[in-house]
């Protein structure tokens, strides 16, 4: 669990602030859950065969003697609370949200044990429409936000009929092959065989190749639901790739499953993953209700930005992970100039100017240094003589330019200026 440092935290501001203006004009509204929920509904919602409910989770008991958990996901929880709220009884839902999760894994870049995820999850739709509409919302924020390299991988794990068939044929295949296994997936032939899938393992990856696909064992409906998915897609113009062993780490999901990877990092990363899971809500007690839903893990995609800032300086990531400089840089000193200068400060900032107040009270020449480093275009310059002449001298710091001095009874003249371009040197004869 890492600590957000003030240029860390000015990031994630930007990266929040785009997905909170790209999801408004999707008409998807924001939910906020509780971090702490009761254990069972993670068990029951995730799966207690799933390494995240068997070997992750933080859970404990209250002084209620209630065992509680500290979220290690997000659908389950927004899941409930539309349950709990009646949400489901209002039609369909767009649903976004953001914050920490929690799970006990083995840190490592870009994934900590509190790690962060903005998600969208969809109640109450279930066309292969509407898979591709989230789909292309997950797409559409990421390449906004500068991220190079996508590639969308998608599969479908069809009905639970579908996968109860496929499971049946993968486990007598793998059972035959046994000895070929790691261990963890010769553990997982008995608890949860589909995660096989996805095994890090290169000894099991390379047994896989040969392994019956979850394609093949679909019904023809879900693989005409499926073609209906990718024939959306090609029309959007969005790209993408067949992965069979992509199954996702989680019960709850059938039919289509994605994930959104980048190679911004050197080799593929997954910055974003989801699918449906259609039978969420009801296996937590709520009525029979389509969804689809995904997320993407904030620890992972600021590394991907940051990439993406120094491949190409000039480019969106790069302009999102800058930080905004101040309007003007307010250099004083001495007694009176202080007092003169925070009230200057202040009525700058109430007039909407950013303004960052030098309260050093070291040399001029120290702060000039200090505001030309700040960024700022301009300095507001205040000494023991403006504070008893009643004005305030405005340097332009950006390019050259003649000094002004304002009255500093006049705010809304000093805020003109400073909205202003300065003026140039040749100007300043000019006029003078």
Same mark, same amino acid.
């Given at each position: 669990?890492?600590?957000?440092?003030? =240029?860390?935290?000015?990031?994630?501001?930007?990266? =929040? !602030?785009?997905?909170?203006?790209?999801?408004?004009?999707?008409?998807?509204?924001?939910?906020?859950?509780?971090?702490?929920?009761? *254990?069972?509904?993670?068990?029951?919602?995730?799966?207690?065969?799933?390494?995240?409910?068997?070997?992750?989770?933080?859970?404990?008991?209250?002084?209620?003697?209630?065992?509680?958990?500290?979220?290690?996901?997000?659908?389950?929880?927004?899941?409930?609370? @539309?349950?709990?709220?009646?949400?489901?009884?209002? #039609?369909?839902?767009?649903?976004?949200?953001?914050?920490?999760?929690?799970?006990?894994?083995?840190?490592?870049?870009?994934?900590?044990?509190?790690?962060?995820?903005?998600?969208?999850?969809?109640?109450?739709?279930?066309?292969?429409?509407?898979?591709?509409?989230?789909?292309?919302?997950?797409?559409?924020?990421?390449?906004?936000?500068?991220?190079?390299?996508?590639?969308?991988?998608?599969?479908?794990?069809?009905?639970?009929?579908?996968?109860?068939?496929?499971?049946? =044929?993968?486990? +007598?295949?793998?059972? +035959?092959?046994?000895?070929?296994?790691?261990?963890?997936?010769?553990?997982?032939?008995?608890?949860?065989?589909?995660?096989?899938?996805?095994?890090?393992?290169?000894?099991?990856?390379?047994?896989?190749?040969?392994?019956?696909?979850?394609?093949?064992?679909?019904?023809?409906?879900?693989?005409?639901?499926?073609?209906?998915?990718? @024939?959306?897609?090609?029309?959007?113009?969005?790209?993408?790739?067949?992965?069979?062993?992509?199954?996702?780490?989680?019960?709850?999901?059938?039919?289509?499953?994605? =994930?959104?990877?980048?190679?911004?990092?050197?080799?593929?990363? *997954?910055?974003?993953?989801?699918?449906?899971?259609?039978?969420?809500?009801?296996?937590?007690?709520?009525?029979?209700?389509?969804?689809?839903?995904?997320?993407? #893990?904030?620890?992972?995609?600021?590394?991907?930005?940051? !990439?993406?800032?120094?491949?190409?300086?000039?480019?969106?990531?790069?302009?999102? *992970?800058?930080?905004?400089?101040?309007?003007?840089?307010?250099?004083?000193?001495?007694?009176?100039?202080?007092?003169?200068?925070?009230?200057? *400060?202040?009525?700058?900032?109430?007039?909407?100017?950013?303004?960052?107040?030098?309260?050093?009270?070291?040399?001029?020449?120290?702060?000039?240094?200090?505001?030309?480093?700040?960024?700022?275009?301009? !300095?507001?310059?205040?000494?023991?003589?403006? +504070?008893?002449?009643?004005?305030?001298?405005?340097?332009?710091?950006?390019?050259?330019?003649?000094?002004?001095?304002?009255?500093?009874?006049?705010?809304?003249?000093?805020?003109?200026?400073?909205?202003? !371009?300065?003026?140039?040197?040749?100007?300043?004869?000019?006029?003078?």
């Amino acid at each position: 669990m890492v600590d957000l440092l003030p =240029e860390q935290t000015r990031r994630w501001q930007a990266v =929040e !602030a785009v997905a909170r203006d790209h999801f408004r004009r999707a008409g998807v509204e924001e939910i906020r859950t509780p971090l702490l929920e009761v *254990t069972e509904l993670f068990a029951r919602g995730i799966g207690e065969g799933t390494d995240v409910v068997g070997k992750e989770m933080y859970s404990f008991l209250d002084r209620g003697e209630r065992s509680c958990t500290l979220r290690p996901e997000g659908t389950a929880s927004v899941v409930r609370a @539309a349950m709990q709220h009646g949400l489901l009884n209002q #039609g369909a839902q767009k649903l976004w949200y953001a914050g920490p999760m929690f799970r006990y894994e083995r840190p490592q870049a870009g994934r900590q044990r509190q790690f962060h995820q903005i998600g969208v999850e969809c109640l109450g739709v279930s066309s292969a429409r509407s898979d591709v509409e989230a789909i292309a919302l997950a797409w559409d924020l990421l390449a906004a936000l500068g991220v190079q390299g996508l590639e969308l991988e998608i599969n479908s794990l069809g009905t639970p009929e579908d996968r109860q068939c496929y499971r049946a =044929e993968l486990v +007598a295949w793998l059972e +035959a092959r046994r000895d070929q296994l790691d261990a963890d997936s010769q553990q997982r032939l008995t608890t949860n065989p589909l995660r096989i899938l996805d095994s890090k393992n290169k000894a099991t990856q390379a047994l896989l190749a040969d392994a019956p696909t979850l394609l093949e064992a679909l019904s023809p409906e879900s693989a005409q639901r499926f073609a209906q998915v990718q @024939a959306l897609l090609h029309q959007l113009g969005i790209p993408f790739k067949l992965n069979t062993r992509l199954v996702r780490g989680l019960d709850y999901y059938g039919h289509t499953a994605f =994930e959104i990877t980048s190679d911004q990092l050197g080799a593929q990363a *997954t910055v974003c993953g989801g699918g449906r899971y259609d039978g969420l809500v009801e296996q937590l007690g709520g009525p029979a209700t389509p969804a689809i839903g995904w997320a993407l #893990g904030m620890e992972r995609l600021l590394l991907v930005l940051e !990439a993406a800032a120094k491949a190409d300086p000039a480019g969106a990531a790069a302009q999102l *992970t800058m930080s905004a400089p101040p309007e003007v840089y307010v250099v004083n000193r001495g007694e009176a100039a202080e007092a003169v200068a925070l009230s200057l *400060t202040r009525s700058l900032r109430l007039a909407g100017v950013a303004v960052e107040l030098d309260g050093s009270g070291a040399a001029f020449g120290k702060q000039f240094k200090r505001a030309d480093r700040s960024g700022a275009p301009w !300095a507001a310059v205040i000494g023991d003589e403006e +504070a008893a002449s009643g004005v305030v001298c405005l340097k332009p710091l950006l390019r050259e330019g003649g000094d002004q001095r304002l009255p500093l009874s006049d705010p809304a003249a000093i805020v003109t200026i400073l909205h202003s !371009a300065p003026k140039s040197s040749l100007e300043s004869e000019e006029e003078r």
